[in-house]
C-alpha cells in the first residue's frame, strides 16, 4: 500500500525559503510520476510542481524560478525546494503520486509565509 508522508511545513517571512519531502513507501518515486499540489484558504488545489518518470519537470507559472522539485531515489523521497517565498504562498501542501489507476495522497503540511 503506497503512504506519502510530507514534512518541512513551517512559518517563514517573506523572502525566506523552505524545503518540504515527501517520504513515500509501498513504490518507487522513481518509477511514478510525482508532484506537490497546494490548496489555499478558500481556494482549490492545484498543481506547484511535477517530476515524471524521466525526470522532466514542470511548474505552474506562479513559482518557475523559485521552487525546485527534485527526488532521491535511494531514500525513495521527493522535494520541493521553495526560494523567495511570498504571502500569496501560504496554502496547505501536499504530496502526490499519480498512477494510472488512481493518485495517492499525503496529509498535508502548512506553509505560512508571513511577517
Known amino acids: 500500500q503506497v503512504q506519502l508522508v510530507e514534512s518541512g511545513g513551517g512559518l517563514v517571512q517573506p523572502g525566506g525559503s523552505l524545503r518540504l519531502s515527501c517520504a513515500a513507501s509501498?513504490?518507487?518515486?522513481?518509477?511514478?510520476?510525482m508532484g506537490w499540489y497546494r490548496q489555499g484558504p478558500g481556494k482549490q488545489r492545484a498543481l506547484v510542481a511535477m517530476?515524471?518518470?524521466?525526470?522532466?519537470?514542470n511548474y505552474a507559472d506562479s513559482v518557475k524560478g523559485r521552487f525546485t522539485i527534485s527526488r532521491d531515489s535511494d531514500k525513495n523521497t521527493v522535494y520541493l525546494q521553495m526560494d523567495s517565498l511570498e504571502p500569496e504562498d501560504t496554502a496547505v501542501y501536499y504530496c502526490?503520486?499519480?498512477?494510472?489507476?488512481?493518485?495517492?495522497w499525503g496529509q498535508g503540511t502548512q506553509v505560512t509565509v508571513s511577517s
Open positions: 517530476i515524471l518518470i524521466g525526470g522532466i519537470t
Open positions: 502526490a503520486m499519480l498512477r494510472a489507476e488512481r493518485n495517492y
Open positions: 509501498g513504490s518507487s518515486v522513481s518509477s511514478n510520476a
